[in-house]
């Protein structure tokens, strides 16, 4: 069962109840497209990203960052800056820090929505069954996705996605049905 949720600020940005002409699918430009081609990998029970997967063990990894389980460790393994990916306009104010318009932080939001769509189809493929969660976030600085595998009694950021006040949340979790 695929489930989609975000905050009242992605909602009141997608415009969920726009006719579909009206929002045109979310391109994947060939780096990124060669970023996710590898696919998805399973490594003593985490999931990554075959071309982010590092030389060291998960374990090893947590040990040493401190995190404190392995959704942790695939957020931040599995973790990338849309923007990097996309027609965006990023200007530097004069205080140095980035700034993205609205409509683009838009643009990176429904990217990171196609990504989860792939992401979701090349963990059916690789490792059947398993429920993960894509999380998308963009706000004026940047924009960033994720995936973690749903674990019971783990979860990374926040449940109540409202909490985020100066970002745009949209998650994606694809929870096989048991049993067909």
């Known amino acids: 069962?695929?489930?989609?949720?975000?905050n009242e600020s992605a909602a009141a940005a997608l415009h969920p109840l726009r006719p579909a002409a009206?929002?045109?699918?979310a391109e994947l430009h060939d780096e990124l497209r060669d970023k996710l081609s590898p696919g998805v990998v399973e490594s003593e029970g985490a999931l990554v990203f075959a071309a982010h997967r590092s030389s060291g063990s998960p374990t090893a990894a947590?040990?040493?960052?401190g995190w404190p389980d392995?959704?942790?460790y695939e957020c931040q393994v599995n973790s990338f800056h849309l923007e990097?990916?996309?027609?965006v306009e990023v200007t530097v104010l004069e205080d140095g820090q980035p700034h993205i318009s609205l409509a683009d932080q838009v643009t990176l939001l429904r990217l990171g929505m196609a990504v989860a769509d792939v992401v979701c189809g090349l963990v059916r493929t690789s490792v059947p069954g398993t429920p993960i969660r894509c999380i998308v976030s963009a706000n004026d600085?940047?924009?960033?996705?994720?995936?973690?595998?749903?674990?019971?009694?783990?979860?990374?950021g926040v449940h109540d996605l409202d909490r985020y006040r100066s970002d745009m949340v949209v998650t994606v979790e694809d929870q096989p049905l048991r049993g067909r």
């Open 22 to 25: 009206a929002l045109p699918a």
């Open 84 to 87: 990097d990916y996309a027609p």
């Open 62 to 65: 947590i040990a040493r960052m």
């Open 1 to 6: 069962m695929l489930t989609l949720s975000m």
């Open 141 to 156: 600085t940047n924009g960033v996705f994720r995936f973690h595998r749903i674990r019971s009694g783990e979860r990374w």
């Open 70 to 72: 392995l959704t942790h």
